[in-house]
């Protein structure tokens, strides 16, 4: 049997794509295998290091291969794409991951577990979900329009104007029909949202991190349960900065010739998680924009003086990713009367 020093194996749904080399970096494996076949020929393996991209499926593989005493190391697939030397085949695929894996700067995903999982699978049913409503709204706000019947902004108009829009007599029967067909739907979609909110909120109260979080201001129920679902190890990240950086809430950098050029932010990372510390922020923002007792810290107070409040809900969202990250590692629980101190320090 020969030695092998670190294996890649690029997933599919059907067929896996291997690249392994020994001690002295010589290819000695190129294999193509099917999805049955991938755990057999593993199980005849000594125990050695396997790559895998972090995709869909990665997990469940990394746990298995685990199981069977072998170390996996999982690669954010924007990480290996620089490995490919040319062309898109799953072999070039296999072997940039078996280079990848052996630069000793690489950033490897930790393997999350069943629970884990389970738990990121509440977090997304919920965001369908409420993408789904948020597209019901607005088709229901486009199709009232077209009426004569029209609501002010934000969620909690919809069900005003769909008791207009019943009790409006002077619309079509077909209109009002398929208008009661909508409101139906948007109230199966509430219930369903509910639920699922409440059993994020009972996730919430067992995990000791998620309540912690909460002390935040900004930071409620949802959001600290998504932080710590959805976060990988906070351990991983050198700082608070390098964790707002994988949440995308740092600017590009553009920078060259010793000339410092930032742009907007990043939005690398989790679209969900960012939109909801940026939503939260903004609420924060407006606390102190109305003068708030507790809110009007010192860096806010001056930024909002230069600086439009969306910008500044950005950059105190950028803030509180910190706050979050630096109560995650630590263990501590936040601390309000260190909050204005703190994000001085931090801008």
Not at 200 to 219: F, K, Q, Y
Request: proline residues 4%; contains cysteine.
């Amino acid at each position: 049997m020969k030695q092998f020093s670190r294996i890649g194996m690029d997933t599919s749904k059907q067929i896996f794509q291997l690249h392994g080399v020994d001690g002295s970096e010589q290819v000695v494996l190129r294999k193509k295998l099917r999805r049955r076949q991938v755990l057999e020929f593993f199980a005849g393996l000594e125990p050695t290091v396997v790559g895998l991209e972090a995709c869909g499926g990665s997990h469940y593989w990394a746990r298995e291969l685990e199981r069977l005493g072998h170390e996996v190391r999982m690669m954010a697939p924007q990480f290996v794409k620089p490995y490919v030397k040319r062309g898109k085949n799953d072999a070039a695929d296999a072997e940039a991951i078996c280079e990848a894996m052996s630069r000793p700067t690489m950033r490897f995903v930790p393997v999350k577990s069943e629970e884990n999982q389970a738990a990121l699978m509440l977090a997304t049913v919920r965001e369908r979900l409420v993408r789904n409503r948020t597209q019901l709204t607005n088709t229901i706000r486009g199709h009232a329009a077209e009426f004569g019947l029209v609501a002010s902004k934000g969620r909690a108009k919809i069900e005003p104007l769909l008791a207009r829009i019943e009790a409006d007599e002077s619309l079509p029967a077909l209109a009002r029909e398929l208008f009661a067909e909508l409101a139906r739907e948007y109230a199966e979609l509430q219930g369903r949202i509910a639920e699922v909110d409440g059993k994020l909120r009972a996730w919430h109260r067992n995990n000791e991190m998620s309540r912690r979080l909460t002390g935040i201001p900004g930071v409620g129920p949802i959001v600290a349960s998504l932080l710590v679902m959805k976060a990988p190890d906070p351990h991983a990240f050198r700082s608070g900065r390098q964790y707002a950086a994988w949440l995308g809430l740092t600017p590009k950098d553009h920078s060259t010739a010793g000339k410092q050029r930032l742009g907007v932010i990043t939005r690398a990372g989790d679209e969900m998680l960012r939109s909801l510390l940026v939503v939260g922020a903004t609420a924060v923002v407006w606390r102190a924009r109305q003068g708030a007792s507790g809110y009007d810290w010192p860096w806010l107070v001056e930024l909002l003086k230069r600086k439009e409040p969306k910008l500044v809900a950005v950059a105190l969202a950028n803030k509180i990713a910190r706050i979050a990250w630096k109560l995650m590692t630590t263990g501590e629980t936040y601390n309000a009367g260190r909050a204005p101190a703190v994000l001085q320090r931090a801008s």
